[in-house]
């Protein structure tokens, strides 16, 4: 599975971005994506995922201001991402799941670049 993740930026506060992740390659397999991110000298965090039934799940910093969406069954998914705060600054990954048996396999985009200024 490959993910291709594009719609970072320099925003103000208040403002508003999308991103977007494509996933390619063996993507029948997949039971869920979502987004995590990693500010400087921080852990990586879930931002948000969405099943593949639809179901999606929120960070509470982000809920009621971030969406996750997508266009078909699996295949893109979409985060809108207004009222952003300079908080919100960090490096977003796009992650897929897919379980194998008892396993859980993780996959990662690239990263793309969120600042939020104040």
């Known amino acids: 599975v490959h993910l291709q993740a594009c719609g970072g930026g320099l925003v103000q506060a208040g403002g508003f971005l999308r991103l977007s992740c494509a996933a390619s390659g063996s993507i029948f397999s997949i039971n869920g994506m979502g987004w995590y991110r990693q500010a400087p000298g921080k852990q990586r965090e879930l931002v948000a995922r969405i099943t593949s039934g639809g179901s999606t799940n929120y960070a509470d910093s982000v809920k009621g201001r971030f969406t996750i969406s997508r266009d078909n069954a699996k295949n893109p998914v979409y985060l809108q991402m207004n009222s952003l705060k300079p908080e919100d600054t960090a490096v977003y990954y796009c992650?897929?799941?897919?379980?194998?048996?008892?396993?859980?396999?993780?996959?990662w985009g690239q990263g793309t670049q969120v600042t939020v200024s104040s």
């Open positions: 992650n897929a799941i897919e379980t194998v048996g008892t396993s859980t396999v993780h996959y």
